[in-house]
């Protein structure tokens, strides 16, 4: 079974639509994230949820919208999408305790290309 | 805030050659340091952490111990395989929560 598990892997897709990228785990975690990976590997994180509680909302635009309906589930929606979007979008989760953060497990990426 | 530096690849080897990717750190405290590793099309994988001073991390060959008097955390291999061909990241969390700030990444190439 895959630990984390996203779809869709590869999103193409026009200026100005709106899509979404579901993300789901079987580990039990309470926290999930969404990093951005861009073209030059450099990962940021966006966005973390603890028990379905938005914990972390980094400076990114209010076009993105994440949603956990449960805590093994995290979605992205973006809408008005524009080129600078284009990335690979990583689903994580972690199971973390009081002695500090626990090994991340992250997702095989979705690729978005914004044309 | 808490930072990582890393060094900037790429790095070229030869099967067998000794491998060493630096990172240094800045942070409050003494917070748990990772590396994680990105094959070619997948997402990253852990390969080894520390969660103390003067701990070793290992896995499959690679090895970084936390030095706290340098604030580093470099990552080293004995006798790199072709496999072992990837992108390297060092990483550490915020100073607030748990989400993961990470270095630029290495990227390594292994010829046979």
């Known amino acids: 079974d895959t630990a984390v598990s996203q779809t869709p892997k590869y999103l193409v897709t026009q200026m100005g639509n709106d899509k979404s990228i579901k993300c789901e785990q079987n580990?039990?975690?309470?926290?999930m994230y969404w990093y951005k990976q861009d073209s030059k590997k450099f990962l940021k994180i966006m966005f973390s949820y603890n028990n379905k509680e938005l914990i972390i909302n980094e400076t990114v635009p209010n076009r993105f919208s994440p949603k956990s309906p449960d805590k093994a589930h995290l979605n992205l929606h973006i809408n008005s999408l524009e080129l600078g979007d284009s990335a690979v979008y990583f689903c994580?989760?972690?199971?973390?305790?009081?002695?500090?953060?626990?090994?991340?497990?992250f997702g095989p990426g979705t690729r978005l290309t914004v044309t | 805030g808490n930072s990582v530096t890393q060094m900037e690849g790429p790095v070229t080897l030869s099967e067998e050659a000794f491998l060493t990717i630096n990172c240094t750190y800045t942070a409050t405290g003494y917070p748990s340091l990772f590396w994680y590793v990105q094959y070619p099309g997948e997402g990253l994988q852990l390969l080894l952490k520390?969660?103390?001073?003067?701990d070793k991390g290992s896995n499959k060959g690679f090895e970084a111990t936390y030095r706290k008097e340098t604030t580093s955390f470099h990552l080293e291999k004995g006798s790199v395989q072709v496999s072992d061909s990837a992108v390297y990241f060092c990483?550490?969390?915020?100073?607030?929560?748990?989400?993961?700030?990470f270095g630029k990444g290495t990227t390594l190439s292994v010829s046979s």
């Open positions: 990483a550490l969390p915020r100073e607030a929560g748990t989400a993961l700030i």
């Open positions: 520390a969660t103390k001073a003067d």
């Open positions: 994580a989760s972690s199971q973390d305790a009081a002695g500090g953060p626990a090994e991340q497990y």
């Open positions: 580990l039990g975690h309470d926290t």
